[in-house]
């Protein structure tokens, strides 16, 4: 069971060292046989290799069990013939990472974090399922002095297997699919709009509503219960999932899964990128990067342990220490350390504690 480390750029490296740190603990736990191996990825492989995802990156990750991502990018690179972003793409795209889940969640008794009023934030509990290997990232490009596009194209069968996914993860919560789009303007959109109701109709359980992206980036900060499961093309997932991570506090607390079809690894990265005002400091929130290993371990049939880590994230975010984004003091490893150490009492717990599941898992 390889689970390939990507580290990558600015505070990519610190939040991944405690997510792996807890990965090593389920694995000594419960003798699930993992073996790490980190490779250079993003900027970091620019400077090494002179390419974002080397050909040995790619190669390992390929036939890993999984991988976990730090973050990519930095001012150093934006100048980059190829830019270390454009590796993550590349990455996505080559694994055939199609479903990007997305999990956010105001929890009980923290509403002071969220920058919404506590009355509007109680309860929060949305999932973001982004395509993630179509749409404009991955159409045809022009570039003139003067003139440039970018090509916004998908089909039928690419909308259909992402609202599969949409529609198989409401029926596992509260059953309601939220789709979004801009079929008042984009011919993509109109197609994603009919795609749905087509796709609806094979999940008679779960009900399907549907919202233009201007209107769903309002009700999220206005009325966030509304949601359940979101269902939108790549870019408006991008958006709308940062937008949603600052619900719960800070952007710092969010993981994902990104997913594929047929039995290859999946990727497990935090939502936020590399950060490179704090990069260096040890003050990055892993909790991202954390919650992101959880997921790997559920993708990876080990959900007892999935649970558990994510129950004990949950632990150590409720006991303290938090970390700057969160208001307070705590470094990056010293949070991590808190973590891990909930974990172990997890794991060593007689009993197991109900915990939540690990959002996400399995193939898409
Ligand atoms: P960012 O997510 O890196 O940072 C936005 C803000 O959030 C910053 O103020 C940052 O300090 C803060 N922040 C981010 N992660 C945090 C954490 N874990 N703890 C506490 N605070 C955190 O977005 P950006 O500044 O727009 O982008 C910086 C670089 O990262 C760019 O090169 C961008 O392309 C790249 N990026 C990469 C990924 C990825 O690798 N998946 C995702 C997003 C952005
Ligand atoms: C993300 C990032 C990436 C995206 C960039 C860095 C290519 O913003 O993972 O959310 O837009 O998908
Ligand atoms: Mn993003």
Known sequence: MRVVVLPGDGVGPEVTAPAVACLRLASAHGGLGLAFEEHDFGGAAIDRHGAPLPAETLAASRTAAAVLLGAVGGPCWDEARVRPEAGLLALRRELGLFANLRPARVMEGMEALSPLRADIAAGADVLVVRELTGGIYFGERMVGRERASDLCLYTRPEIERIAHVAFRAARGRRGRVTSVDKANVL????LWRRVTIDVAAEYPDVELDHLYVDAAAMALITNPRRFDVILTENMFGDILSDELSAIGGSIG???????????????????????????????????????????????????????????????????????????????????????????????DAPVPVKARSAAGGGRA
């Open 187 to 190: 011919e993509t959109s109109k």
């Open 253 to 347: 607390l969010l993981g994902s899964a990104s997913l594929g079809a047929g039995d290859g690894p999946g990727l497990f990265e935090p939502v936020h990128g590399s950060a490179p005002d704090i990069a260096g400091l040890d003050i990055a929130n892993p909790a991202g990067a954390i919650a992101s290993a959880a997921m790997l371990l559920d993708a990876l049939g080990h959900e007892a342990h999935a649970r558990a880590l994510a129950a004990a994230l949950e632990d150590a975010s409720r006991a303290g220490p938090r970390t700057a984004d969160l208001g307070g003091g705590a470094r990056c490893s010293e949070f991590g350390a808190a973590v891990r150490e909930a974990f172990r009492a997890r794991l």
